[in-house]
């Protein structure tokens, strides 16, 4: 079984900045997709950002142009760095990783990400 741990959640002002982290049990190589997923209460689950093994990226339209995600294969780890942040960013976000787009195959523990002054 994949074990996928996150780290870097916690509170944030708005307009700031914060980083977290997904690293993988196995080579991030043999997933297909990894991403975040995030939920916050009273709303849908949403995608928030996906990459690929191949290195093709999306975003949610809510996040795009500041929010990155990146890889690093040597470390199976890979990253959300998030800036700009708003208060309505504020929920617990969830790394996913999987053999289709859709992922859903591993997930992680879940971090808080509060945005808030």
């Known amino acids: 079984q994949v074990q996928l741990v996150e780290s870097g959640g916690g509170l944030v002002r708005p307009g700031g900045s914060l980083s977290v982290s997904c690293t993988t049990s196995?080579?991030?190589?043999?997933?297909?997709?990894m991403g975040w997923y995030r939920q916050a209460p009273g709303a849908q689950r949403e995608l928030v950002a996906r990459?690929?093994?191949?290195?093709?990226?999306t975003y949610a339209d809510s996040v795009k142009g500041r929010f990155t995600i990146s890889r690093d294969n040597a470390k199976n780890t890979v990253y959300l760095q998030m800036s700009n942040l708003k208060p309505e960013d504020t929920a617990v976000y969830y790394c996913?990783?999987?053999?289709?787009?859709?992922?859903?195959?591993?997930w992680g523990q879940g971090t808080q990400v509060t945005v808030s002054s």
């Open positions: 996913t990783g999987g053999d289709y787009d859709f992922m859903g195959d591993y």
């Open positions: 196995k080579t991030i190589l043999s997933i297909y997709a």
């Open positions: 990459i690929t093994s191949g290195g093709r990226i």
